[in-house]
T-cell receptor
Framework: NAGVTQTPKFQVLKTGQSMTLQCAQD?????MYWYRQDPGMGLRLIYY???????DKGEVPNGYNVSRLNKREFSLRLESAAPSQTSVYFC??????????????FGSGTRLTVV | AQTVTQSQPEMSVQEAETVTLSCTYD???????LFWYKQPPSRQMILVIR??????QNATENRFSVNFQKAAKSFSLKISDSQLGDAAMYFC???????????FGTGTRLQVFP
């Protein structure tokens, strides 16, 4: 099925470990996003990429890095995981609002626990 | 900066009844999109309904409808004939017409009782 694929679905890290969350979309969308979801706080934007080769900080970028490897792939890296990064992470993709009536397509999420 | 506020952390409804979830937003833009997303326990984000601000008619999708009040910056979701499968977290979201970012509210957890 066409859509956004995130890996892994679950991960447990020890404090200080690093990891990369992978995301790929096959809809030829230009824009891709990483959000984190925490109880009582909704989804908050970490980083986004409006096109291949560009990335921009969102609302909560500290402690994260991203790479837009090509048009399909957008990865999120935690260099030194902290318990405060325990969260559910969502990748999403979109076209410019005028082409898609604003809609996003979301991946199924990654539940990350840092102990 | 745009903000989205959902003032009801939790709501409950009995099966077959109607429930309304509230959402207000703040923006200085005149053209934008508003959305309601459903997140069941599976964690998947499912688009329920969308509204384009330039359209005066309220959007409807089967049992789901919105009450869009542009002047009041209000965007409520009405679920009619509630079903057990409607139990989920519901997020209101905003996107400017010429911007990339989708801004979410904090969510409302809906419980449906038999």
């Amino acid at each position: 099925n066409a859509g956004v694929t995130q890996t892994p679905k679950f991960q447990v890290l020890k404090t200080g470990q690093s990891m990369t969350l992978q995301c790929a979309q096959d809809m030829n969308h230009n824009s891709m996003y990483w959000y984190r979801q925490d109880p009582g706080m909704g989804l908050r934007l970490i980083y986004y990429s409006a096109s291949e080769g560009t990335t921009d900080k969102g609302e909560v970028p500290n402690g994260y890095n991203v790479s837009r490897l090509n048009k399909r792939e957008f990865s999120l890296r935690l260099e030194s995981a902290a318990p405060s990064q325990t969260s559910v992470y969502f990748c999403a993709s979109s076209e410019i609002p005028q082409r898609t009536a604003g809609g996003y397509t979301f991946g199924s999420g990654t539940r990350l626990t840092v102990v | 900066a745009q903000t989205v506020t959902q003032s009801q952390p939790e709501m409950s409804v009995q099966e077959a009844e109607t429930v309304t979830l509230s959402c207000t937003y703040d923006t200085s833009e005149s053209d934008y999109y508003l959305f309601w997303y459903k997140q069941p326990p599976s964690r998947q984000m499912i688009l329920v309904i969308r509204q384009e601000a330039y359209k005066q008619q309220n959007a409807t999708e089967n049992r789901f409808s919105v009450n869009f009040q542009k002047a009041a910056k209000s965007f409520s979701l009405k679920i009619s004939d509630s079903q057990l499968g409607d139990a989920a977290m519901y997020f209101c979201a905003y996107r400017g017409y010429n911007t990339d970012k989708l801004i979410f509210g904090t969510g409302t957890r809906l419980q449906v009782f038999p």
